[in-house]
């Protein structure tokens, strides 16, 4: 494709790279030789190194040996999350929130929040990760935090039914006041914690405030099958069935986990009215020792995209979504049974197209077309690990690794160049978040945010 002409120079020319491309009929290829031209934001064009070669830019990145990819997005985390990296190890789930996590939560300042969204958000840019879907608390502070580090969000401030109905309405507030800022690289979401710490009448509320006001719902639901059961057990439905008969199916959603969907609930998935989407983070789940994973073959059946994710560094341990990529495509071949399934290509559309569409940013990320949002990664293949190259797709799912993004850039801003940072001072971050830790990590009050019970 020819760059259009404006009449004055380019913002960015990126050029003599192989760029990741989708057809019409959203398969992935590869242009060789290429060139991609950014202005105000955006991708003017992806055409030739040879056609770029004449035009003026006021940035220009030469990028032989290295791919351009879609930003890659991770589409369910709690970013502040990172301050409790390592804290709660090798336990079951009910001790993991009961015993640590819970208790430590207790004690976040916003401050703590902020430094840790500081941390996450520059592990991020240096692994590739453009845009991520968060919950957590204090959420103002992460939207500060996004807005000045330049990526890009879906935030959503979480709330309980213990909290009474201040935490729904804060989450309310919030989703409104932040919708639509940093501009425009913050959306804003409703986030009910889960069907089991938010009640039918809660999700019911939500649900319509949602419809109201043209707002998603981003929740934690059938994280496991334990869950699944527990819910049957004490309420005769499961969670999918929980969110389908409060109106939450019926929004926009992104359910994380899903491990625990069960068959009867994918007709449910299937009709929802919203824009129904899940997101995986496999790491989390070996970790638990959960027996299922989310599944992913049976959901993409249905036409439910599927996106990745990492969850929160104090479970997952890193927010790296290269690692969650490989990881879904192994676990999915093991769950199945089948070596064809889930392919490097089936990969690479799940970190891309449906990862965009599960946060509800399909029709400005995802891709490297005209028109879209300039949010690309540079990924170097000249090391020893990814040589030789035979199958590209394959090389970058299962060779490649989040230390080979030499460059990060979102909405046409050079985040990260040559793997320098140029948005957040990381020592500076991690010297004043360590000074905080005893006071943090204190679990000797016995109080907790909330009590895990299924």
Same mark, same amino acid.
């Not at 590869?30 to 934001?41: K, L, Q, Y």
């Not at 902020?114 to 840019?125: N, Q, V």
């Not at 981003?218 to 999918?240: F, V, Y």
């Given at each position: 494709m020819t760059p259009s002409s404006h009449g004055k120079p380019a913002d960015l020319v990126i050029t003599g790279c192989t760029v990741l491309v989708h057809d019409d009929r959203e #398969?992935?290829?590869?242009?060789?030789?290429?060139?991609?031209?950014? &202005?105000?934001?955006?991708?003017d064009a992806v055409t030739t190194a040879a056609a770029a070669a004449g035009l003026t830019a006021a940035d220009r990145i030469y990028a032989r040996g290295q791919v351009a990819l879609p930003g890659l997005i991770n589409c369910h985390t709690h970013a502040p999350m990172v301050a409790l990296r390592g804290l709660a190890e090798d336990l079951p789930t009910e001790e993991w929130f009961n015993d640590v996590v819970w208790p430590v939560e207790s004690n976040l300042t916003e401050r703590d929040v /902020?430094?840790? +969204? &500081?941390?996450?958000?520059?592990?991020?840019?240096r692994a590739g990760?453009?845009?991520?879907?968060?919950?957590?608390? +204090?959420?103002?502070a992460v939207a500060a935090v996004v807005d000045a580090c330049g990526m890009r969000a879906q935030l959503g401030q979480a709330y309980f039914s213990s909290q009474g109905p201040e935490g729904r309405e804060a989450s309310l507030e919030f989703a409104l006041r932040h919708r639509d800022t940093a501009g425009g690289r913050i959306t804003t979401a409703l986030a009910p914690h889960a069907p089991y710490t938010v009640t039918d009448a809660d999700l019911a509320a939500t649900a319509e405030l949602a419809r109201d006001h043209g707002l998603p719902?981003?929740?934690?639901?059938?994280?496991? #099958?334990?869950?699944?059961? /527990?819910?049957?057990?004490?309420?005769?439905? /499961?969670?999918?069935?929980v969110l389908e008969r409060t109106g939450i199916l019926g929004t926009d959603v992104l359910i994380a986990h899903g491990t625990g969907i069960t068959e009867a609930d994918l007709p449910l998935l299937a009709r929802a009215e919203g824009r129904t989407a899940v997101a995986t983070a496999p790491r989390g789940y070996l970790k638990f020792a959960w027996p299922d994973t989310t599944p992913v073959r049976a959901l993409r059946g249905i036409g439910v995209p599927v996106g990745l994710a990492t969850d929160g560094a104090a479970s997952n341990n890193s927010l790296d979504v290269w690692e969650s990529m490989a990881l879904t495509s192994l676990i999915q071949k093991s769950a199945e049974g089948d070596p064809r399934w889930l392919t490097s290509h089936q990969a690479l559309h799940h970190a891309t197209v449906q990862s965009a569409r599960a946060v509800g940013l399909g029709g400005s990320v995802g891709r490297i077309a005209p028109g879209l949002r300039a949010d690309l990664i540079l990924v170097d293949l000249t090391g020893p690990h990814t040589r030789p190259v035979h199958d590209l797709a394959a090389t970058l799912v299962h060779?490649? &690794?989040?230390?080979?993004? #030499?460059t990060t850039i979102v909405d046409g801003r050079v985040l990260m160049r040559d793997r320098v940072l140029l948005t957040v001072d990381v020592p500076a971050v991690a010297r004043e978040l360590e000074e905080r830790l005893p006071a943090l990590t204190d679990r000797g009050h016995g109080r907790r945010v909330q009590e895990y019970d299924t």
């Open positions: #398969r992935i290829g590869f242009e060789e030789d290429a060139a991609i031209v950014v &202005r105000d934001g955006a991708v /902020t430094l840790g +969204a &500081r941390l996450a958000c520059a592990e991020m840019i990760v453009t845009a991520f879907a968060d919950s957590y608390f +204090a959420m103002d719902v981003h929740l934690h639901a059938a994280e496991n #099958r334990d869950q699944t059961d /527990t819910s049957l057990a004490r309420h005769g439905a /499961t969670p999918i069935q060779s490649a &690794r989040s230390a080979d993004v #030499r």
